[in-house]
């Protein structure tokens, strides 16, 4: 059964880890946890320059995202669609993200990391062509 666009929208807002899916040079699938935030209908995310996942990312800028819930009633968002960068502020971005999935005094001291941006960081967009929900209790 599919989410509505609000409980997808919720679903979405959970600090939950999604999988990201590329593509590598020799045309072979690679797959990778990442942090993602929900916004405007698009994931943003941010990883190293110097990952295997945005160096697949820069070949073909295309990638699927999997985020799913583990325990009945399973949940999963499933999308994929074009990457691009994008320019907004890094430490804005980390530090939204590191209070969602540590909390408010862990995830500022992680995010302080951040202040002052990184230039060996990116942050990329996943806009999705196709998005498919599924809630089970199988």
Same mark, same amino acid.
């Given at each position: ?40 209908? @698009? ?19 295309? @990638? ?17 669609? @074009? ?21 408010? *005094?862990?995830?500022? *001291? ?16 996943? @806009? ?11």
């Amino acid at each position: 059964m599919p989410m509505t666009q609000q409980e997808i929208d919720r679903f979405l807002s959970q600090p939950l880890v999604a999988v990201i899916g590329t593509v590598d040079e020799q045309g072979r699938p690679r797959s990778a946890p990442i942090w993602f935030h929900w916004e405007g209908g @698009a994931a943003y995310m941010f990883t190293s320059r110097s990952t295997l996942k945005w160096r697949n990312l820069q070949r073909r800028p295309h @990638a699927s995202l999997c985020v799913d819930w583990r325990e009945p009633p399973y949940r999963s968002v499933l999308m994929d669609g @074009a990457v691009e960068e994008v320019d907004r502020p890094l430490y804005d971005l980390v530090l939204s993200m590191a209070v969602r999935y540590y909390g408010e *005094e862990k995830g500022r *001291e992680f995010a302080e990391g951040y202040r002052g941006g990184h230039e060996g960081i990116v942050i990329f967009r996943l @806009a999705p062509r196709s998005l498919v929900s599924i809630v089970s209790d199988e």
